[in-house]
């Protein structure tokens, strides 16, 4: 499955975007998704993810503020982002495995996962 993220841009502090991450390839519903971010100088962080069945898992740093969905007839899976904050800030990069996510350690395997190009989220303080 290729993965191609859009609806990044700059918002003030509180405010809200949406993040949409369109998938081709093998079929989307087999596949659990997520979304992660990456600030400068900082490591790849988990935000939230979602299995087939729709079931979601949370980072608490985002828990209560952002939501995971996913239309699987559109094969898009989307990240809702309010109350946003300057530490929001980061490149946001969905991404796709075969393995159902079950707690905030899941993430892309080699081999068996993929990833987005990224797009650019900034909260102006």
């Known amino acids: 499955v290729q993965l191609a993220e859009s609806g990044g841009g700059l918002v003030e502090t509180g405010g809200s975007l949406r993040l949409s991450c369109a998938a081709s390839?093998?079929?989307?519903?087999?596949?659990?998704l997520g979304w992660f971010r990456q600030s400068p100088g900082k490591e790849r962080e988990f935000i939230a993810a979602?299995?087939?069945?729709?079931?979601?898992v949370y980072s608490e740093k985002v828990k209560g503020r952002f939501t995971i969905s996913r239309d699987n007839v559109q094969k898009k899976v989307f990240l809702q982002m309010n109350s946003l904050k300057p530490e929001d800030t980061a490149v946001y990069y969905c991404?796709?495995?075969?393995?159902?996510?079950?707690?905030?350690?899941?993430?892309?395997?080699?081999?068996?996962?993929?990833w987005g190009q990224g797009t650019q989220v900034t909260v102006s303080s």
């Open positions: 979602i299995s087939w069945n729709n079931s979601t």
């Open positions: 991404a796709a495995d075969l393995a159902a996510p079950s707690d905030t350690n899941w993430a892309p395997r080699p081999l068996y996962g993929t």
């Open positions: 390839g093998r079929p989307f519903v087999s596949y659990g």
